[in-house]
């Protein structure tokens, strides 16, 4: 009996051992030409067991007050159809993100500094970013090419100051001297976390928010808001 409690033992450990140094891997890809758009999520954790798939399949710009519209697809474990819906991105919509933003650097003791510490333990394992832009005037395209290299130069620098890049980036932007106007982007990124990184950042977080007075409570708030509206726009997509 000692023998078979010794040997569940053991599996258990080894499995636990299995899972903590497993990695979470994202890839998250984005695409743009004119019009269309399109942006997918893919989560894959212990081992490509568990599966989550978050697509945006469409991005309309209503106007200046409706915002965008975006459609939205969630699927876990290859379960299509699972989760389908719809999110209004407004101006009001970004203020309300932003306050609440606010609300909980106040609810959690150096927020920034915790963002910081949890991205250092980020791998980017692959990241490309290719642009071909036009519009219809050749020295116009020229000067935009430049900005467009620039702005993905500012960027990228960011990042490597953030995150560990385990390649060099692919970056790629093509003038387009043709008459018309022309932009077509596609962003392609793979990263990857241990499990205990994303284990401690959790415990690192609850922490920082016990050490500042009522700022559970803050957090408390917070989430149940994002709940109640979540089960809002549930029975508005039902009804």
């Avoid at 004119?34 to 106007?63: C, M, W």
């Avoid at 970013?129 to 219809?136: A, H, M, N, P, Q």
């Avoid at 980036?169 to 793979?190: R, Y």
């Amino acid at each position: 009996m000692w023998i078979w409690l010794g040997g569940i033992g053991l599996f258990a450990a080894l499995l636990l051992a299995a899972v903590l140094i497993s990695n979470v891997h994202v890839h998250f890809t984005f695409r743009k030409h004119k019009s269309d758009d399109y942006a997918r999520i893919n989560v894959r954790l212990l081992y490509g067991i568990v599966r989550i798939n978050y697509e945006i399949p469409s991005i309309v710009f209503r106007n200046m007050k409706e915002g965008f519209l975006v459609k939205t697809e969630q699927h876990v474990n290859h379960k299509h159809g699972e989760a389908e819906g719809h999110e209004r991105v407004n101006k009001r919509k970004v203020q309300k993100w932003a306050k609440e933003v606010k609300i909980m650097m106040r609810a959690t003791d150096a927020l920034k500094i915790w963002v910081q510490q949890t991205l250092s333990r980020v791998h980017m394992t692959q990241l490309s970013w290719s642009t071909r832009i036009g519009i219809g005037d050749a020295a116009h395209t020229a000067i935009l090419t430049g900005w467009v290299w620039s702005i993905k130069s500012i960027i990228i620098g960011f990042l490597s100051y953030q995150i560990q890049f385990k390649r060099p980036p692919m970056l790629e932007v093509v003038p387009v001297w043709e008459d018309e106007m022309e932009f077509q982007t596609e962003l392609n990124c793979k990263m990857k976390i241990r499990i205990t990184a994303v284990m401690l950042a959790g415990v690192r977080l609850m922490t920082r928010v016990l050490e500042v007075d009522g700022g559970w409570r803050m957090w408390l708030k917070i989430l149940r808001e994002q709940r109640r509206r979540h089960k809002k726009k549930l029975k508005e997509q039902q009804g």
